[in-house]
């Protein structure tokens, strides 16, 4: 009888002790010099992505970072817009697995929240693009993987429009070139909205830097 006690003790214990499960969606608020826009992450069929961008926010690995890119198309309206961590490795976690479109079915529409990457295709971390109309040479086809969309934003797309109207630079690198903003766009905070934070509890390096700076 002792035996089973103890045994459903620790079950329970075991059982209060896992990580709760995150809604369908989870609403993030991204907190910018610009105004502040509301994502919904779609935990159902990006769980990995949407997992990934959590652990940033979760971690405040988003805070202090901005938005540095506005890609305009040159023959009609719209592009993108691109945020997050650039290249500060202090910030950054383990890559990213690819979570292709063609497995997920969130294509890169208006407001569609992508992450990026470099070219190999599981090398996302903490930087991620917005939509501003379809982008539909983003989604997976024959000989292509895509990139992984896994949100899209609820609210502020007045404020990621005025950000994708904002001078650019003339310098930068191949698809980088002249899509530099002038002045990046501070990301004060990103706050989660939905659901239990989950921080990694890894060292938040560069905060630890700023305070000895």
Not at 81 to 86: D, H
């Amino acid at each position: 009888m002792l035996r089973r006690v103890a045994l459903a003790a620790v079950c329970g214990a075991v059982l209060s002790a896992a990580p709760a499960p995150e809604p369908p969606v989870v609403r993030v608020r991204l907190e910018t010099a610009a105004g502040s826009i509301t994502l919904a992450l779609d935990t159902r069929r990006a769980p990995q992505t949407s997992a990934n961008f959590l652990r940033y926010v979760d971690d405040g690995r988003l805070d202090g970072t901005s938005f540095y890119r506005a890609s305009r198309r040159k023959m009609s309206p719209g592009g993108f817009v691109q945020g997050g961590i650039g290249t500060d490795s202090h910030r950054m976690l383990d890559p990213l697995p690819l979570e292709p479109t063609s497995k997920t079915g969130i294509k890169h529409l208006d407001a569609t929240v992508s992450m990026a990457r470099f070219e190999r295709p599981d090398s996302a971390s903490g930087n991620f693009s917005i939509m501003v109309g379809p982008n539909p040479s983003l989604d997976a086809r024959a000989g292509f993987v895509g990139y992984a969309a896994f949100a899209h934003v609820i609210a502020g797309m007045d404020v990621v429009k005025r950000m994708l109207a904002m001078p650019t630079r003339p310098g930068g690198d191949g698809a980088f070139k002249g899509q530099m903003m002038a002045r990046p766009i501070p990301i004060l905070r990103a706050v989660r909205l939905d659901g239990v934070a989950k921080p990694t509890g890894r060292l938040k390096v560069w905060q630890m830097l700023r305070r000895v700076g």
